[in-house]
Structures are given as C-alpha cells and as structure tokens.
C-alpha cells in the first residue's frame, strides 16, 4: 500500500503561482511513477505531470508545459508541482498519484494510488 497525501491548493487570480505537495508513505518501489492529474467538473480526470518515483525524467502535458515543473529532490522527499502563470481553465481538484507499474503512462486507469485531491481556483 501508498498512501498520499496532498497540500497547497487555494483560490488564486490569474497570471499567480501556487505550489502543491504530495507525500508519499508505504510501499515503494524505484520503479514507480509518481503523477498529478486534475478534474473540472463535468471533465474527465486529466494527465498533468509525472516524474519518476527518484525524481528523474519529467513529462508534462501541452496544457502545462512551460507553465508548471513537477520535482522530486529523492525518494523519501515530497512531490511538488509548481504552477506558474495560472489561467482560469487550471481550475480543478488536483490529485497526486501513483503508477505502480513499469512505464509512464499519462491514463488515469494506469495508477494504482491517489491521494484525496486539492481544490485550485483560478479567477480571471
């Protein structure tokens, strides 16, 4: 088992940073990935960003690229997401997850752990 636990969602005004945490306890193995997905309402739950499980290789989706940095300084430390230049469509409830798997994977249905999610507001 891998339990998660998020931080740092809020209301924010657009073009304003925010910075979310997940930690991570339990089971882990080097292999895993470690990402963040959102969901709007009405949305599907979304790929954001994932990094390997000692903060290696990063991926991003479009959406974001450029805009936010996923990091890991070692295994035993949080995940963050840093989110740069927010826009109104970053509003979603933010869910930090797990892919106990080899590989990334930007599906949903490929992680096998999510934490309890963050509220992001961004107001234009």
């Known amino acids: 088992q891998v339990q998660l636990v998020e931080s740092g969602g809020g209301l924010v005004q657009a073009g304003d940073s925010l910075r979310l945490s997940c930690a991570a306890s339990?089971?882990?193995?080097?292999?895993?990935?470690m990402g963040w997905f959102r969901q709007a309402p009405g949305k599907e739950r979304e790929f954001v960003a994932a990094?390997?499980?000692?903060?290696?290789?990063?991926f991003y989706a479009d959406s974001v690229k450029g805009r936010f940095t996923i990091s890991r300084d070692n295994a035993k430390t949080p995940v963050y997401l840093q989110m740069n230049s927010l826009k109104p469509e970053d509003t979603a409830v933010y869910y930090c997850?797990?892919?106990?798997?080899?590989?990334?994977?930007?599906?949903?249905?490929?992680?096998?752990?999510w934490g309890q999610g963050t509220q992001v507001t961004v107001s234009s």
């Open positions: 990094i390997t499980w000692t903060g290696g290789n990063a």
């Open positions: 997850a797990v892919r106990n798997n080899l590989g990334f994977a930007v599906r949903a249905s490929e992680y096998g752990y």
């Open positions: 339990g089971r882990t193995f080097s292999s895993y990935y």
